[in-house]
Protein backbone atom coordinates (compact mmCIF):
# COMPACT_ATOMS: atom_id res chain seq x y z
CA UNK A 1 0.00 0.00 0.00
CA UNK A 2 1.20 2.99 -1.23
CA UNK A 3 1.34 5.76 1.71
CA UNK A 4 2.19 9.66 1.60
CA UNK A 5 2.95 11.05 5.00
CA UNK A 6 2.15 14.75 5.94
CA UNK A 7 1.67 16.59 9.40
CA UNK A 8 -2.09 18.44 8.91
CA UNK A 9 -0.71 21.57 10.89
CA UNK A 10 -1.47 23.69 10.78
CA UNK A 11 1.44 25.52 10.87
CA UNK A 12 1.63 29.17 11.66
CA UNK A 13 4.22 31.38 10.22
CA UNK A 14 4.40 35.46 10.37
CA UNK A 15 4.39 37.13 6.99
CA UNK A 16 7.60 37.18 5.79
CA UNK A 17 8.99 33.92 6.95
CA UNK A 18 10.26 30.98 5.27
CA UNK A 19 7.47 28.56 5.82
CA UNK A 20 9.04 25.08 5.92
CA UNK A 21 6.31 21.80 4.44
CA UNK A 22 7.36 18.05 4.74
CA UNK A 23 6.49 14.93 2.92
CA UNK A 24 7.31 11.49 3.30
CA UNK A 25 6.45 8.60 1.18
CA UNK A 26 6.57 4.61 1.90
CA UNK A 27 7.09 2.72 -1.60
CA UNK A 28 10.92 3.55 -2.82
CA UNK A 29 9.77 3.37 -6.10
CA UNK A 30 8.26 6.69 -6.39
CA UNK A 31 10.09 8.56 -8.98
CA UNK A 32 7.97 11.93 -9.13
CA UNK A 33 7.00 14.36 -6.94
CA UNK A 34 4.31 17.16 -6.70
CA UNK A 35 3.16 19.96 -4.47
CA UNK A 36 -0.38 21.28 -5.03
CA UNK A 37 -2.07 24.22 -2.98
CA UNK A 38 -5.79 23.83 -2.42
CA UNK A 39 -7.58 26.86 -1.08
CA UNK A 40 -10.41 25.90 0.65
CA UNK A 41 -13.73 25.17 -1.25
CA UNK A 42 -11.27 25.35 -4.63
CA UNK A 43 -9.42 22.44 -6.62
CA UNK A 44 -6.04 21.40 -5.93
CA UNK A 45 -3.15 23.63 -8.72
CA UNK A 46 -0.05 22.88 -9.24
CA UNK A 47 3.22 24.74 -7.45
CA UNK A 48 5.86 22.58 -9.06
CA UNK A 49 7.44 18.98 -9.84
CA UNK A 50 10.36 17.89 -8.80
CA UNK A 51 12.26 14.39 -9.71
CA UNK A 52 15.79 14.48 -9.07
CA UNK A 53 17.76 14.29 -5.78
CA UNK A 54 18.09 17.84 -4.66
CA UNK A 55 17.07 21.42 -4.84
CA UNK A 56 14.77 22.61 -7.42
CA UNK A 57 13.39 26.74 -7.26
CA UNK A 58 10.92 28.62 -8.98
CA UNK A 59 10.38 31.96 -7.52
CA UNK A 60 9.29 31.68 -3.70
CA UNK A 61 9.18 28.30 -3.84
CA UNK A 62 12.04 25.33 -3.47
CA UNK A 63 11.27 22.17 -3.56
CA UNK A 64 13.58 19.34 -1.77
CA UNK A 65 14.13 15.92 -2.67
CA UNK A 66 15.82 13.04 -0.60
CA UNK A 67 15.54 9.62 -2.22
CA UNK A 68 17.61 7.92 0.37
CA UNK A 69 15.41 9.19 2.59
CA UNK A 70 12.42 9.19 0.96
CA UNK A 71 11.60 12.86 1.91
CA UNK A 72 10.35 15.86 0.20
CA UNK A 73 9.68 19.26 1.02
CA UNK A 74 8.77 22.38 -0.28
CA UNK A 75 10.06 25.79 0.93
CA UNK A 76 8.28 28.86 0.12
CA UNK A 77 10.38 32.08 1.24
CA UNK A 78 8.44 35.67 2.01
CA UNK A 79 5.60 34.15 3.02
CA UNK A 80 2.45 36.06 2.23
CA UNK A 81 -1.24 36.22 4.05
CA UNK A 82 -2.32 34.58 0.23
CA UNK A 83 0.01 31.65 0.64
CA UNK A 84 -2.68 30.53 3.76
CA UNK A 85 -3.80 27.37 1.79
CA UNK A 86 -3.61 23.64 2.20
CA UNK A 87 -0.48 22.33 0.75
CA UNK A 88 -1.18 18.36 -1.18
CA UNK A 89 1.83 16.30 -1.21
CA UNK A 90 1.27 13.70 -4.23
CA UNK A 91 3.25 11.33 -5.43
CA UNK A 92 3.68 8.98 -8.24
CA UNK A 93 5.53 5.46 -9.35
CA UNK A 94 6.69 5.51 -13.67
CA UNK A 95 4.96 4.77 -15.93
CA UNK A 96 1.19 4.08 -16.05
CA UNK A 97 0.36 4.71 -12.21
CA UNK A 98 -1.21 6.68 -10.18
CA UNK A 99 -0.52 10.22 -8.18
CA UNK A 100 -0.82 9.57 -4.52
CA UNK A 101 -1.87 12.40 -2.60
CA UNK A 102 -1.11 12.66 1.17
CA UNK A 103 -3.67 14.57 3.09
CA UNK A 104 -2.34 17.76 3.26
CA UNK A 105 -0.79 20.84 5.68
CA UNK A 106 -2.79 23.71 6.12
CA UNK A 107 -0.32 26.33 6.17
CA UNK A 108 -1.80 30.12 7.87
CA UNK A 109 0.43 33.31 7.07
CA UNK A 110 -0.65 35.89 9.81
CA UNK A 111 0.34 39.39 8.61
CA UNK B 1 -6.51 26.64 -23.50
CA UNK B 2 -10.04 25.53 -21.91
CA UNK B 3 -9.78 23.82 -18.69
CA UNK B 4 -10.78 20.49 -17.11
CA UNK B 5 -15.23 21.05 -17.35
CA UNK B 6 -17.18 19.48 -14.81
CA UNK B 7 -21.10 19.14 -13.60
CA UNK B 8 -22.77 20.01 -11.76
CA UNK B 9 -21.17 21.71 -9.12
CA UNK B 10 -23.41 21.19 -6.32
CA UNK B 11 -25.70 18.03 -5.43
CA UNK B 12 -28.06 17.10 -2.79
CA UNK B 13 -29.37 13.58 -2.73
CA UNK B 14 -30.92 11.57 -0.27
CA UNK B 15 -29.42 7.97 0.48
CA UNK B 16 -29.94 5.31 -1.99
CA UNK B 17 -30.83 7.26 -4.71
CA UNK B 18 -28.36 7.55 -7.89
CA UNK B 19 -26.06 10.42 -8.81
CA UNK B 20 -24.44 11.06 -11.84
CA UNK B 21 -21.30 13.85 -12.78
CA UNK B 22 -19.83 14.67 -16.19
CA UNK B 23 -16.20 15.20 -16.83
CA UNK B 24 -14.99 16.86 -19.96
CA UNK B 25 -10.95 16.87 -20.14
CA UNK B 26 -8.68 19.23 -21.43
CA UNK B 27 -8.43 18.78 -25.05
CA UNK B 28 -5.89 16.47 -26.19
CA UNK B 29 -5.49 14.94 -22.92
CA UNK B 30 -5.33 11.13 -22.65
CA UNK B 31 -5.08 10.60 -19.14
CA UNK B 32 -8.53 10.98 -17.14
CA UNK B 33 -8.65 10.72 -13.48
CA UNK B 34 -11.53 10.79 -10.99
CA UNK B 35 -10.80 11.41 -7.27
CA UNK B 36 -12.83 11.46 -3.88
CA UNK B 37 -12.00 13.91 -1.37
CA UNK B 38 -13.53 13.98 1.93
CA UNK B 39 -13.67 17.04 4.24
CA UNK B 40 -10.28 17.63 5.37
CA UNK B 41 -8.67 14.68 3.40
CA UNK B 42 -6.37 14.72 0.36
CA UNK B 43 -8.16 13.56 -2.90
CA UNK B 44 -7.99 9.65 -3.00
CA UNK B 45 -8.02 8.44 -6.77
CA UNK B 46 -11.16 6.11 -7.59
CA UNK B 47 -10.37 5.48 -11.12
CA UNK B 48 -7.99 6.43 -14.13
CA UNK B 49 -8.34 6.15 -17.39
CA UNK B 50 -5.60 6.29 -20.29
CA UNK B 51 -7.99 7.06 -23.76
CA UNK B 52 -10.98 4.79 -23.31
CA UNK B 53 -9.26 1.91 -20.74
CA UNK B 54 -8.96 1.77 -17.17
CA UNK B 55 -5.55 1.95 -15.79
CA UNK B 56 -6.60 1.46 -12.18
CA UNK B 57 -9.44 1.03 -10.23
CA UNK B 58 -8.20 -0.54 -7.30
CA UNK B 59 -10.22 1.51 -5.25
CA UNK B 60 -13.24 1.91 -7.02
CA UNK B 61 -16.02 0.41 -4.78
CA UNK B 62 -17.56 -1.42 -7.59
CA UNK B 63 -20.80 -2.66 -5.76
CA UNK B 64 -22.18 1.03 -6.73
CA UNK B 65 -19.81 3.20 -8.05
CA UNK B 66 -19.40 3.37 -11.91
CA UNK B 67 -17.33 4.72 -14.39
CA UNK B 68 -17.40 5.29 -18.21
CA UNK B 69 -15.03 6.92 -21.09
CA UNK B 70 -17.19 6.80 -23.98
CA UNK B 71 -14.59 7.67 -27.15
CA UNK B 72 -12.06 8.54 -24.79
CA UNK B 73 -12.69 11.95 -24.34
CA UNK B 74 -15.77 12.83 -21.74
CA UNK B 75 -16.55 10.65 -18.15
CA UNK B 76 -18.60 9.92 -16.52
CA UNK B 77 -19.18 8.89 -12.88
CA UNK B 78 -21.98 7.15 -11.39
CA UNK B 79 -23.13 5.99 -7.83
CA UNK B 80 -26.05 3.83 -7.47
CA UNK B 81 -27.36 3.75 -4.46
CA UNK B 82 -25.48 6.72 -2.96
CA UNK B 83 -24.50 6.36 1.01
CA UNK B 84 -23.84 8.88 3.65
CA UNK B 85 -20.38 8.25 3.49
CA UNK B 86 -20.00 9.01 0.01
CA UNK B 87 -20.52 12.69 0.99
CA UNK B 88 -17.29 14.58 -0.25
CA UNK B 89 -16.13 16.41 -3.65
CA UNK B 90 -15.64 14.26 -6.86
CA UNK B 91 -12.19 15.90 -8.31
CA UNK B 92 -11.98 15.16 -12.17
CA UNK B 93 -8.40 15.92 -13.38
CA UNK B 94 -6.69 15.04 -16.49
CA UNK B 95 -3.26 15.06 -17.99
CA UNK B 96 -1.50 14.98 -21.33
CA UNK B 97 -0.10 11.57 -21.09
CA UNK B 98 0.97 9.26 -18.36
CA UNK B 99 5.12 9.95 -18.00
CA UNK B 100 6.39 11.18 -14.89
CA UNK B 101 6.32 14.40 -15.14
CA UNK B 102 2.95 15.24 -16.64
CA UNK B 103 0.69 17.18 -13.76
CA UNK B 104 -2.86 16.71 -13.32
CA UNK B 105 -4.83 19.44 -14.38
CA UNK B 106 -8.16 19.51 -12.22
CA UNK B 107 -11.79 20.22 -12.85
CA UNK B 108 -13.75 22.84 -10.06
CA UNK B 109 -15.30 19.45 -8.71
CA UNK B 110 -18.73 18.36 -7.33
CA UNK B 111 -19.88 18.93 -4.13
CA UNK B 112 -21.97 15.56 -3.30
CA UNK B 113 -24.08 15.83 -0.17
CA UNK B 114 -25.62 12.80 0.87
CA UNK B 115 -28.73 13.15 3.44
Known amino acids: QKEVEQNSGPLSVPEGAIASLNCTYS??????FFWYRQYSGKSPELIMF????GDKEDGRFTAQLNKASQYVSLLIRDSQPSDSATYLC???????????FGKGTMLLVSP | EAGVAQSPRYKIIEKRQSVAFWCNPI?????LYWYQQILGQGPKLLIQ????????DSQLPKDRFSAERLKGVDSTLKIQPAKLEDSAVYLC?????????????FGNGTRLTVT
Open chain 1, 27 to 32: DRGSQS
Open chain 2, 27 to 31: SGHAT
Open chain 2, 49 to 56: FQNNGVVD
Open chain 2, 93 to 105: ASSSRDSQTSPLH
Open chain 1, 50 to 53: IYSN
Open chain 1, 90 to 100: AVRLGGYSTLT
